[in-house]
């Protein structure tokens, strides 16, 4: 079965503190691909990153940073230095024949 | 970069009305559409898959005679809520896929439109 689990509900961090959102997943697939959105409140999806099964080198975009270990499937996301505008719903998602299995989210709050 | 257009944004409707939601491709053709519902502080969580020319794959559990889906064109999918009901407020969001590139469907990119939020008194 497909499966993405975000076991934290909801983060509430101060600024410019850095936070860690954990993404665990589950596929019997080998190859596969998972993302991280953002929701921000007007309730649009915000695209963050894209990583294929085949490529675990992390990755590093501004104060951003995942960190895929097929050993543990896990694939976290972390923000550095948050900041207020950071506050928002984000998913992690799975990519199975073609549509995406999304976790149940994980809301942060970021407070000034 | 690729768009999708979802229109209206926003809807409210009395209680037995039918309302049509439209997701369109504004530069791709897009051969799939995905149709997600999300109830307030929920996942979004997958109704249908939409091909073009086809009849749509609904989902375990999703009611095909209450939500019509039409993909008469490679850039134009529609969702119609019919009879609706106060249960079926909530935030609908389409996706679409671009053609299969170089690996596979799992490797076309997914694109979103900015969902519809579906209110029914």
């Known amino acids: 079965a497909q499966k993405v689990t975000q076991a934290q509900t909801e983060i509430s961090v101060v600024e410019k503190e850095d936070v860690t959102l954990d993404c665990v997943y589950e596929t019997r697939d080998t190859t596969y691909y998972l993302f991280w959105y953002k929701q921000p409140p007007s309730g649009e999806l915000v695209f963050l990153i894209r990583?294929?099964?085949?490529?675990?080198q992390n990755e590093i975009s501004g104060r951003y940073s995942w960190n895929f270990q097929k050993s543990t499937s896990s694939f976290n996301f972390t923000i550095t230095a948050s900041q207020v505008v950071d506050s928002a719903v984000y998913f992690c998602?799975?990519?199975?024949?073609?549509?995406?299995?999304f976790g149940q989210g994980t809301t942060l709050q970021v407070k000034p | 970069g690729a768009v999708v257009s979802q229109h209206p944004s926003r809807v409210i409707c009395k209680s037995g009305t039918s309302v049509k939601i439209e997701c369109r491709s504004l530069d791709f053709q897009a051969t799939t559409m995905f149709w997600y519902r999300q109830f307030p502080k929920q996942s979004l969580m997958l109704m249908a898959t939409?091909?073009?020319?086809?009849?749509?794959?609904?989902e375990q559990g999703v009611e095909k005679d209450k939500f019509l889906i039409n993909h008469a064109s490679l850039t134009l999918s529609t969702l119609t809520v019919t009879s609706a009901h106060p249960e079926d407020s909530s935030f609908y969001i389409c996706?679409?896929?671009?053609?299969?590139?170089?690996?596979?469907?799992?490797?076309?990119?997914?694109?979103f439109g900015n969902g519809t939020r579906l209110t029914v008194t």
């Open positions: 998602a799975l990519k199975y024949t073609g549509k995406l299995i």
């Open positions: 939409s091909n073009e020319g086809s009849k749509a794959t609904y």
């Open positions: 996706s679409a896929r671009e053609m299969a590139q170089a690996g596979g469907l799992g490797n076309s990119p997914l694109h």
């Open positions: 990583r294929n099964s085949f490529d675990e």
